[in-house]
């Protein structure tokens, strides 16, 4: 080990048998705060959910994401497309809804 913290904390993780089990599960954590991670990732119900649609998610950060992918930006006025940019969303429409000469009707091409 480079440090001896290091090496006290990995005799007592691998040899000394101190080990954190949850509750809920077989999962066996070897830090305390691991098993909190584990427990609020695997067990926790949801608690974030979008106001603009049915999105849920037990990560907070994971709400924010969603929102600014899903929700956020400059919305197409011809389908459900979302661009990032204004210039993102003229080359959208350039693309998906000008010149389009023979549409196939069972999917977008």
């Known amino acids: ?6 090496l006290k904390e990995h005799k007592r993780i691998k040899h000394d048998g ?9 999962h066996i954590a070897t830090r305390p705060g691991n098993l909190k991670i ?11 959910e979008c106001d ?3 999105y849920k998610t037990k990560q907070p950060d994971s709400l924010k994401v969603h929102i600014k992918n ?5 919305p197409c006025d ?3 497309h979302i661009a ?24 977008e091409y």
């Open 1 to 6: 080990a480079k440090q001896p913290q290091y």
């Open 18 to 26: 101190i080990h954190y089990p949850c509750d809920q599960c077989d």
């Open 38 to 48: 584990h427990k609020e990732t695997i067990h926790q119900v949801v608690r974030y």
């Open 52 to 54: 603009q649609c049915d």
């Open 70 to 74: 899903k929700h956020e930006g400059y």
């Open 78 to 80: 011809q389908c459900d």
């Open 84 to 107: 990032k940019r204004p210039d993102h969303l003229r080359t959208h429409k350039e693309r998906k809804h000008e010149g389009v000469r023979y549409p196939c009707n069972q999917c």
